[in-house]
């Protein structure tokens, strides 16, 4: 006989299996699942398939493993990421967060709903390239690194000020987010900082499934992350968590550790206001540098690259409970 708590014990060894499946079915020496790979591509669906035909290959008296995939169509889950301020590298952050959640199987695609100063097309190296029309519906760009995205900085001229108002901007935010998305089920949204118009437009309209906050860690960005929180918080909609950037910064020369910003501000935050720490990036001149270049540090494997795919992580954990 399958010991039915050995069964479940080996699906909990697989992590990226929680959430995903409903009791396993149980008939004498077979063992039969319904996994839910809604938002993973087709190779991070057949990995965590035989990742968990592997976990259940190790239970005593399993002779027959049936494993049905599913997939639940819907339109994008919108992630938003904000901050209360600007010059907090939230953008920056948005980029990275897209490519690597990308990178670790998800159907991600990328919104700069910035409008007023859109700048991921620079960071991930689009600036060139002009979205078209489909049955009047704008067809996202490709993007250099496996991210679909679209931003106002792709329809107006490089260096061209956006001088809408209120409506009008609402209207173009409409239509970076109501585009051909296709496959993508999740939409990472940059955000302009504040609680202004645009934020007001999306909460409404298009209600996000949740919220990242950036801030550095000195107490003013802080405050005004507090600010960014409580506007999500009167909307419902749910705060995934903090990420503190500019976080201590590595001399080149000689390696030592200082911390211009401060340090640990936006978790002792988190932890005063009930909501996770989602991680820390440094303050780092490979960033810098990728960033200026539209080469995201999250596409490569440099120690940089690390902090994003850890927040990634996270965020897709979240994604898979939620």
Known sequence: MIDPATVAAALASVPGAHGRHAA????????????????LDSASQGGLRAEVEGALRSVAGVAEIRIALTSERRGPRLIAVASG??????????????????????????????IYGPSQPKLLSSETEKPVFTNGKLDPITGT?????????HL?????????????????????????????????VDMPPGTGDVQLSMIAKHKPAGAVIVSTPQDLALIDATRAI????????????????????????????????????????????????????????????GSD??????????????????IAGRVRAWLGEA
């Open 85 to 114: 301020k600007g010059g907090v590298g939230k953008s920056t952050l948005a980029a990275n967060l897209a490519v690597a959640l990308a990178r670790q199987g998800v159907a991600v695609g990328l919104v700069d709903a910035d």
């Open 293 to 310: 270049a539209g080469e995201p540090p999250a596409a490569g494997n440099s120690p940089q690259a690390a902090a994003f795919h850890e």
């Open 145 to 153: 690194y496996g991210v679909p995205m679209l931003s106002v900085g």
């Open 156 to 188: 107006v001229k490089p260096g061209q000020a956006v001088a809408w108002r209120g409506p009008m901007a609402g209207k173009a935010l409409d239509q970076l987010i109501d585009a051909n998305w296709g496959h993508v089920l999740v939409l990472v």
């Open 24 to 39: 396993p079915r149980i008939a004498d020496s077979r063992v039969s699942l319904i996994l839910d790979v809604t938002g």
């Open 230 to 289: 409580d506007l999500f918080d009167q909307a419902g909609v749910p705060i995934i968590g903090l990420v503190e950037n500019m976080s201590g910064y590595a001399c080149p020369h000689c390696g030592e550790v200082s911390n211009p910003f401060g340090h640990g501000g936006a978790q002792a935050a988190a932890s005063t206001l009930g909501h996770a720490f989602l991680g820390r990036i440094p303050l780092d001149i490979a960033i810098r540098t």
